[in-house]
């Protein structure tokens, strides 16, 4: 029987060579692939295990963490004033994953990312718990609360952006949410992540980059920036060819004037002042859709804008004549986010010169070393130089005399530009106020803004630019300023 | 008894008893869990665990009441297979009572059945119970062959065993438990011994007839039909396991350990060739039918599939576990192979063992039961009487065969059945039935090793000399 018996022992030698060769195949060759997918829960509790890199604005974390009880997550995201920083750092959640900032730089605040290895390898020999990297945001604290109180509880959006480097000094957003109350990933925080998914007030909508509003009356200067680069009109004191009443092209319809003004034949500064539709519709008819839309599209429009949290493209149409001249005076279907009209500011403070907009100055190791520095960089030249001073002059003139005279600050120099688009089925809904403006001391233009108030409490007539949203953008503006 | 225990008046090569030798390595297999305790405390708590002390003493009383048994009844016994055992049920109590400390298997017990009870303590008195059936077998058992005589007992034994579970309420998707008074058996760890008793005893009077009544058939060597029916009988069996009770492990066990028994006693590999193919038939037939076994087919063959893991993710989850550990593992107490969830301490506690102690561990402890195995192996062949080679090669085959569909099937490798990794895993059943199996396998081994006694005086000299009082 002996030999039978040989021939089981090594049947059985194999039943165990195969479980050996399994295990290495596991352990060793699928090792790395089994333990980074996303069923491996191990992954999102190293995740957790230690404390989150910082996102900074002013030299100051506007997060930290906390230790969690009753969860193998160990430490969970918190906000210091978590409704007016949730526009810019975005939430992250164990539960609900992450947005904006604190998902597009989590390799740096986990520590995880490849540009750490460096700083992980040492550590591992050093014997330093891990740790995650911190970010410093180009924001201004003061403008951004400034923004956020100035809103209080209207529904809008604030943008403010340096208009010589396109660094983002506030970007608010309300109603807002504080990110949290959802961070953990208790019973408490998907009930909390759930109302907030149902609020039909959209507090996660971050007005500020992904709402596309039309802009209203703020798009005449993107119009009249066109007129002058195209050389429609070179003089802006000079008459335009203006009639009133003025009947749209192709159709019956008559483009109204808000009240009885004078615009019959006005310049482009008094047309700009007084926030002429009939002016403006015109030049965006004389000039045609093709010049219109590549005006715009210098300004930033019909493109998404990375900051690099995403902005929704604003939209200039390609459309029909009577379309285009209503698109030219921000009406139709034109429709921009607070930031690109920021943009269009911070272009015409910065002589012409288009920013791009940014919002991470610094990317720091956690043993603070900066391994990212942001270089400012041009996007694009919607003004030569000359127009742009001489939309500047205009835009003055809007708030010295003009609708905009509630944005005036003593001892600096304003320019600027009210809307008030109407929307809904027949204008039918509450229409928003906009104002776009920026402030200009000696040494250059320290910062533009762009603010937008959906509805408010006040009725139609008294919705205006200037009225809502002007004392806004002057607040911002002067926190800007008394800081330098 | 010893006068029947000698049929050959070769006299043995007078072997050491190697007791000796077993008690250093009792030493170690103990020293080394204890070690393994206080780690997981150190790495969980920061400081020595409590139950340290009860812990080691319990062990060392286990180890030396069955190291003392095996000196005073069996002292020529394999010195390997007591430490080797001893050693996987330290290791297996450090295990379960790790996981009796994770929290987030203490939440989820008592969000499903409102309280949560350690299984580490159970699994110690169930360990004192195993070493006590142990040295009863060794105490009891004077020579294995007394067994031959149970042969047709064991089988109706045997047969009861496999069909009681049919008529309790299955758990977890396998009829192979019974209830009785609270207590939960698993009849297919013991059904395992008590059949290879059987299929021994029944084998070693039939094996002329199955070996040599056979006609050749392209380089086979068929067997009659008449001779087939016993393996048709088993085969039918095991299918019927399957269905009745949808447990693939014991099923296969079941004909498995035939097979190889009806190899060894016949020394016919067509036996091999027609196990296989009745096995592969009886397989693909059942799976064709059986959602249940089809479940876990499908599991298999694609773990992280959307249909599995909404079912369930056991297999996912241990995979999982299993590349964690990585090379040399996470280390005791920093694993989080709980996450397995269910049944992480009894049928997937190799995974705790893949993480925690990574390949390094895995390899160790695979190859802890190939030794167990090999051992098993050497004593079939050293035995001198062919009941005890079938009996031994039985239980070490159907040990071979468990710890191969088991490792298996938590590591991926063949579909997941529903059966305990000897001695590791938490129940009461397996602890015990496999100390059981030990114990006879160390009879074997030490009737096996024993020298032979001198040959008897002839019986006119005793007559004479004899002085009645």
């Known amino acids: 029987m002996n030999k039978p018996l040989r021939r089981i022992a090594i049947f059985c030698g194999v039943l165990i060579l195969a479980l050996l060769v399994r295990t290495n195949y596991l352990q060793y060759v699928r090792a790395d692939e089994l333990n980074t997918r996303d069923e491996n829960r191990r992954v999102r509790i190293e995740r957790y295990a230690h404390e989150r890199g910082n996102i900074i604005v002013d030299g100051n974390p506007v997060t930290t963490s906390v230790e969690t009880k009753g969860s193998d997550f160990k430490y969970k995201r918190s906000w210091k004033n978590g409704p007016m920083w949730a526009p810019v750092t975005g939430y992250s959640s164990q539960a609900f994953d992450a947005s904006q900032l604190e998902k597009l730089e989590d390799g740096i605040l986990t520590g995880n990312d490849d540009q750490l290895f460096f700083n992980r390898t040492l550590s591992m020999f050093t014997g330093e718990k891990k740790q995650g990297g911190n970010i410093v945001t180009t924001l201004d604290a003061a403008a951004q609360k400034a923004a956020f109180q100035g809103l209080g509880d209207k529904k809008g959006a604030v943008a403010a952006l340096d208009p010589q480097t396109g660094a983002i000094l506030a970007l608010a957003s309300t109603p807002s949410y504080d990110p949290s109350t959802f961070a953990g990933n208790s019973d408490a925080d998907t009930k909390a992540w759930n109302n907030l998914l149902k609020d039909k007030d959209k507090p996660m909508l971050n007005r500020a980059l992904r709402e596309t509003y039309p802009p209203g009356s703020t798009f005449k200067v993107v119009t009249a920036a066109a007129a002058l680069e195209n050389g429609l009109y070179t003089d802006i004191d000079g008459k335009t060819d203006s009639p009133l009443p003025y009947k749209l092209p192709q159709v019956s319809t008559v483009l109204q004037n808000e009240g009885n003004i004078p615009c019959e034949n006005a310049s482009l500064r008094e047309a700009l002042r007084m926030s002429c539709n009939t002016v403006f519709g015109k030049i965006s008819d004389d000039l045609g859709n093709q010049k219109m839309m590549d005006e715009a599209a210098k300004f930033g429009f019909n493109k998404e804008i990375f900051t690099p949290v995403r902005a929704d493209a604003s939209v200039y149409p390609k459309d029909n004549r009577p379309q285009n001249a209503m698109a030219g005076i921000g009406q139709a279907s034109n429709r921009a986010t607070p930031l690109q009209m920021a943009m269009v500011a911070a272009a015409v403070a910065n002589d012409g010169k288009l920013m791009q907009p940014y919002m991470v100055a610094e990317r720091k190791a956690p043993n603070l070393d900066v391994i990212y520095t942001h270089e400012k960089e041009e996007l694009s030249r919607p003004l030569s130089g000359e127009n742009a001073q001489k939309l500047q002059q205009m835009m003055e003139t809007v708030v010295k005399s003009g609708t905009g005279t509630r944005a005036l600050i003593d001892g600096v120099t304003v320019g600027g530009k009210t809307g008030t688009a109407q929307h809904g089925l027949n204008n039918s809904e509450k229409p928003y106020a906009w104002f776009i403006s920026y402030a200009k001391t000696s040494s250059g233009s320290p910062v533009a803004v762009a603010v937008v108030v959906e509805d408010s409490s006040a009725n139609r007539d008294d919705v205006s630019g200037g009225g809502l949203a002007a004392p806004i953008a002057k607040a911002v503006m002067e926190a800007v300023i008394n800081k330098r | ?469």
């Open chain 2, 1 to 469: 008894m010893s006068v029947v225990t000698n049929t050959t008046t070769i006299g043995a090569i007078d072997a050491p008893s190697r007791r000796n030798t077993e008690l250093a390595l009792m030493v170690f297999a103990i020293a080394i869990s204890v070690f393994a305790y206080a780690n997981v405390g150190l790495a969980m708590d920061g400081t020595l665990p409590s139950g340290m002390l009860g812990y080691g003493f319990g062990l060392i009383l286990l180890g030396g009441v069955a190291h003392l048994v095996v000196r005073k009844f069996a002292p020529y016994a394999d010195p390997l297979l007591l430490p080797l055992a001893t050693l996987l049920n330290g290791l297996g109590l450090v295990l379960i009572w790790r996981l009796d400390q994770s929290e987030r298997l203490i939440a989820t017990a008592k969000s499903l059945y409102g309280a949560f009870t350690p299984s580490a303590p159970r699994q110690l008195l169930y360990s004192a119970v195993g070493v006590a059936l142990f040295a009863a077998v060794l105490f009891l058992l004077k020579d294995h062959r007394i067994l031959q005589r149970y042969t047709y007992i064991s089988m109706v034994a045997a047969l009861v065993l496999l069909i009681l579970p049919m008529f309790f309420p299955g758990k977890f998707g396998a009829k192979i438990w019974i209830t009785i008074a609270g207590f939960s058996i698993q009849p297919g760890e013991f059904a395992k011994i008590i059949i290879a008793i059987f299929f021994a005893g029944y084998l070693m009077v039939k094996r002329d007839a199955l070996a040599l009544a056979s006609r050749r058939f392209m380089g086979l060597y068929l067997p009659r039909g008449r001779d087939l029916g016993p393996i048709l009988v088993i085969w039918a069996m095991s299918i019927l396991i399957l269905v009745f009770e949808t447990d693939l492990g014991t099923s296969l066990l079941f004909f498995g350990l035939f097979v190889i028994m009806l190899y060894v006693a016949t020394e016919r590999t067509s036996w091999i060739v027609f196990g296989l193919l009745m096995s592969a038939v009886g397989a693909v037939g059942v799976a064709t039918f059986e959602p249940h076994v089809q479940q876990r087919v499908d599991a298999w063959l694609d773990p992280f599939g959307e249909k599995t893991m909404a079912h369930s993710d056991q297999i996912a989850q241990a995979l999982m576990s299993f590349g964690s550990g990585g090379t040399l593992g996470t280390g005791l107490g920093q694993g989080h192979s709980d996450l397995i969830g269910f049944a992480a301490n009894a049928d997937f506690i190799l995974s705790t063992v893949g993480e925690e102690l990574g390949l390094a561990g895995m390899m160790a402890v695979l190859l802890i039961y190939g030794l167990i195995v090999e051992r098993g192996v050497r004593t079939a062949l050293a035995a001198r009487d062919p009941f005890g080679k079938l009996l031994a090669i039985g239980l070490s085959g159907a040990f071979a065969i468990q710890v191969f569909v088991v490792a298996g099937g938590v590591m991926g490798l063949i579909p997941l059945t529903g059966m305990t990794m000897p001695f590791l895993a938490a129940g009461g059943s397996s602890v015990i039935a496999n100390w059981a199996l030990i114990g006879i396998l160390i009879r074997i081994s030490d009737t096996a090793r024993r020298p032979a006694p001198a040959p008897a005086p002839s019986s006119d000299a005793e007559m004479t000399q004899v002085v009645r009082p």
